[in-house]
């Protein structure tokens, strides 16, 4: 129990233009979704965190007006890039709370701008 | 958010315990203890938790000291697979409790 299913698993995209990532919770609902960042050979960083029906919490120097979140059901938590550049090439992880004491992770999607 | 410090790696022979230590000298009363570890280019996969007791899974157990400053995984027959970045960490307390990951310990498990 407690998957979360993470699309797409990779994606290329040309630099300005934005890319949507999903993220659903499969068994459970999930009321509270975070969303993390990973650069090559570091840890995994918090962006955001989301709350259904509500507006995403951004972490310090993460910028809302470029990631955007949406939490609109208590299965799905969707992230923008908006108007991609080559630095935001990374490998972006999704992650949902359930019950009081359960996180589970997504499979993660490496995203690369050109 | 309590910090923690950890390794950064760790060599293990295969089929031998591995003692994986981590340092939380500033949780709090109502803080728990989580370990994630994460193998490379997938997402973090669930160890065990905990927030005062010793707790064991089929996977490994955790020990936490008594003052709850530190607290040490193990696993107990260490195989190939096990080779990933194991992270120690202690949940905010505050309301969307959310994990923030450390840089972690990177077991390396040899033949």
């Known amino acids: 129990g407690a998957v979360v299913s993470q699309h797409p698993s990779r994606v290329i995209c040309k630099s300005g233009t934005s890319v949507k990532i999903e993220c659903r919770s499969l068994?459970?609902?999930?009321?509270?979704m975070f969303w993390y960042r990973q650069f090559p050979k570091q840890s995994l960083m918090l962006m955001a965190t989301?709350?259904?029906?509500?507006?995403?919490?951004?972490e310090q120097g993460v910028e809302k007006d470029k990631f955007l979140i949406n939490h609109a059901s208590l299965t799905l938590s969707t992230l923008t890039v908006t108007s991609a550049h080559p630095e935001d090439s990374s490998f972006y992880i999704c992650?949902?709370?359930?019950?009081?004491?359960?996180?589970?992770f997504g499979s993660g999607t490496r995203l690369t701008v050109v | 958010d309590a910090k923690t410090t950890q390794p950064p790696s760790m060599d293990c022979a295969e089929g031998r315990a591995a003692n994986l230590p981590c340092n939380h000298s500033?949780?709090?009363?109502?803080?728990?203890v989580y370990w994630y570890r994460q193998i490379h280019s997938q997402g973090p996969q669930y160890i065990i938790h905990?927030?005062?007791n010793n707790e064991t899974n089929e996977m490994a157990s955790l020990i936490i000291t008594e003052d709850r400053k530190s607290s040490t995984l193990i696993l107990p027959h260490a195989t190939l697979r096990d080779t990933a970045v194991y992270y120690c960490?202690?949940?905010?307390?505050?309301?969307?409790?959310?994990?923030?990951f450390g840089k972690g310990t990177l077991l390396t498990v040899n033949p």
């Open positions: 992650s949902a709370r359930y019950r009081n004491y359960g996180y589970t």
């Open positions: 068994d459970f609902q999930a009321t509270t």
């Open positions: 989301s709350n259904e029906g509500s507006k995403a919490t951004y």
């Open positions: 500033t949780i709090s009363g109502n803080e728990y």
């Open positions: 905990g927030l005062k």
């Open positions: 960490i202690v949940r905010d307390g505050g309301s969307n409790y959310k994990l923030t």
